[in-house]
């Protein structure tokens, strides 16, 4: 393998990961180029095993999507919805806490809750839906709300960020989920979510929570019109927030599902293989301060979340059950798993199993 790493004129980068040193953004754009996948998964497992040994995570969790009415409506979006639409729809609290009491025979560590910026619910409903789960199921681990909900969150109930999130946590929020970074250059976002909160908010309010104690996962979704330059922008925009807090758990790349979207005729196909492997082997290799890369079998499918493995990916998220918003962008994966189907793929792919909590402590 060392001679093709130096067939391909990655001798400089290998040193670099063998010594542990950080990697530079151009260094980052040689491995997008390069064209053997293999030298990029060899050097990305080196950290992965550095950091993660054989072990493979998943947890047992439960998505809810409470509502997909949505202001923003972005034009990569499948899921969010206008108010009035035949398939907009929103969840009572009472219909939520359904959800979960469905489960409770089930051994659940996790409950993930995101849904659109709906321009009516109160600032209450957000607070009341985390306290009525808390009461339904007093142990379970709460990871409610990205930094773009929590922002409009904020401007409902007219308040600042710190006291958002500390309503938020009186409530029962235990961590964020990592979505709505999408990818944080200007010109994606004026192009194709222009409503949204800026890169730059994204970030303060992610190092605003960290900073208070509440731990979050960090995404970026890839494969429509970004390029290589400005995924590695994200990236190291994440890794300069990280070093700040220390407070981002997991990085996840989210490959982009043109199907049902504004895109979908501009974009047609969804990304293949090579270029999810390859953002798994490049976000390993460059966000160096980050303990876990996930790959999100719901968008990558089992198959490929399988051999990313191998590229540097050392968590293969959960259970899920009932995950809507990359199935309404057309997604044909299962809208769930068992635990031993997870087990049985990781352990098929030469890794160890290890069912987690939300904070990467083994079960």
């Known amino acids: 393998m060392l001679k093709v ?119 209450s409903y957000y607070i009341d839906l985390l306290k009525a789960i808390k009461s339904a199921r007093p142990n379970i681990h709460l990871k409610a709300y990205t930094c773009v909900e929590i922002a409009h969150i904020a401007s409902i109930g007219n308040k600042d960020i710190e006291t958002t999130l500390k309503d938020l946590i009186d409530a029962g929020l235990d961590s964020m989920p990592g979505g709505g970074a999408e990818v944080f250059s200007d010109r994606i976002r004026k192009k194709l979510c222009p409503k949204k909160i800026p890169g730059e908010k994204w970030i303060e309010i992610a190092k605003t929570a960290h900073k208070m104690g509440i731990r979050t996962n960090a995404t970026m979704l890839y494969g429509h019109i970004e390029t290589y330059e400005e995924r590695l922008e ?23 599902h043109p199907k049902n979207t504004a895109l979908e005729k501009k974009v047609p196909y969804q990304t293949g293989g090579i270029d999810d492997l390859k953002m798994i082997a490049v976000s390993r290799l460059m966000l160096d301060n980050f303990d876990h890369i996930k790959a999100y079998w719901i968008m990558l499918g089992p198959k490929i979340s399988q051999i990313a493995l191998s590229f540097g990916a050392d968590d293969f998220d959960g259970t899920i059950m009932e995950e809507k918003i990359t199935h309404m962008a057309g997604a044909e994966t299962a809208q769930a798993m068992t635990k031993a189907e997870i087990e049985y793929l990781i352990k098929q792919a030469g890794r160890k199993p290890v069912e987690r909590d939300s904070f990467y402590k083994e079960v």
């Not at 790493?5 to 990655?10: P, T």
């Not at 560590?109 to 995101?114: A, L, N, P, S, W």
């Open 5 to 123: 790493i130096e067939k391909e004129g990655l001798t400089d980068i290998y040193d670099k990961v063998i010594n542990n040193k950080r990697l530079s953004i151009e260094d980052g754009l040689r491995l997008f180029n390069s064209k053997d996948l293999s030298a990029l998964g060899f050097l990305a497992n080196i950290v992965r095993e550095r950091k993660n040994d054989n072990k493979a995570y998943y947890v047992y969790n439960q998505h809810i999507n409470y509502s997909n009415i949505c202001i923003n409506l972005c034009a990569f979006c499948a899921f969010g919805k206008r108010k009035g639409h035949p398939d907009a729809y929103e969840m009572t609290i009472e219909q939520a806490v359904e959800k979960i009491k469905e489960k409770m025979n089930e051994p659940i560590k996790e409950v993930h809750i995101v849904g659109g910026l709906h321009p009516d619910l109160p600032y």
């Open 234 to 256: 994200h990236l190291d925009a994440l890794r300069k927030a990280q070093d700040e807090t220390g407070g981002f758990l997991c990085f996840i790349p989210l490959c982009f």
